[in-house]
């Protein structure tokens, strides 16, 4: 039997990336250069280092790719490769290293259980939901959709990967909270699978990874955090903690795009997709905190300081990226 059954019975079905993204660097340049070498010759040592933050970042994204959809060009046995796994495990090591160091620590006198909410109230970072419901033009929109694609295509896939390493208290509101992010059991009703609707209805390429190549250096540390907290058992805490932090900061800016979107005349799809998320983030948000972390927290106390970071680090990557994005369009933060 051919491939050729899988879009007739899985609905939107999307192939992997067709190209590996262009290298930033050395490091990068060996990586692909092996990768595409594979199976005929197995992986060489790999001595070189990042030349610039940019080059690792990308180089972590595609080995961080090879545990997901992979690469057209690469044989799937490449995410087991020893030297793959050790540079991977060199860049991990590095993005946790710089995270930690701006971590300012767990917020003193904070419970978990009861101040987590106001806490995250209390951050006040630049956004880019604001922009655009109010001021953003279409290229501007047209940007941020191309590099939110990056996360939006595979959105909770990440997390998924935690779902076994928590105990069954935590797992099962987990796996309830990703039964709504998978559509309910309908291929159709994904939200990223949403969001490959409303990428292809304004004019945009629709499989996942197509725009990193013009993917900044903070939106590809954004999503690496993200799935270096996924795909590590001893980061489950901050994998959770991120889901928490994320899921209580994007209703009130999923709004603000739908608004935005519906403002310059974009496709009901790619408006759908934000209004799909205006409710369902306002309930994930309690099951997120309520009933994965401080039940997490309750059976493995010494899990809850990464609980915190991991739900700091959604704030901060967030932050960086707004920024990044905002000083290039020349908007003020």
Partial sequence: MTG????????????????????????????????????????????ALPES???????????????????????DGAEREPELLRVRQRLEDELEAA??????????????????????????????????????????VLDLLRVRSIYHLKEADPTTFTVPRLPVAAKAPLVELQYDEYGVGDPARLHAQLFARGMEASGLRPEAGAYVDESPLEVLEQNNALSM?????????????????????????????????????????????????????????QVALRDVCVTLVREEPPLEP????GAWACLDLEDRV??????????SA
Avoid: C, N
């Avoid at 080059?55 to 060009?73: K, M, P």
């Fill in 4 to 47: 050729d059954w899988l879009p007739a019975i899985r609905p939107g079905y999307r192939r992997p990336v067709t190209d590996l993204p262009k290298p930033r660097g050395r490091l990068g340049d060996a990586i692909l250069g092996a990768l595409r070498d594979l199976p005929v010759r197995p992986v060489p040592r790999i001595d």
């Fill in 53 to 75: 933050a940019d080059d690792a970042a990308l180089t972590l994204w595609v080995l961080h790719e090879l545990s997901y959809g992979g690469f057209a060009e690469v044989d």
């Fill in 99 to 140: 995270l930690r160091d701006r971590w300012p620590g767990v917020p003193d006198g904070v419970e978990l259980a009861t101040g987590f909410f106001d806490w995250l109230a209390g951050h006040d970072g630049p956004s880019l939901a604001r922009h655009v419901q109010t001021e953003a033009t279409d290229d501007q």
């Fill in 229 to 285: 907290f996924g795909l590590q058992r001893r980061l489950r805490g901050a994998s959770v903690g991120h889901l928490a932090a994320f899921e209580a900061t994007s209703s009130m800016p999923s709004r603000r795009m739908a608004q935005g979107l519906q403002r310059l005349g974009f496709p009901a799809e790619m408006v759908g997709y934000y209004t799909e998320h205006v409710e369902a983030d306002a309930v994930h948000e």
């Fill in 306 to 309: 990464d609980i915190w970071f």
């Fill in 322 to 331: 707004a920024r990044r994005l905002l000083d290039g369009w020349g908007v």
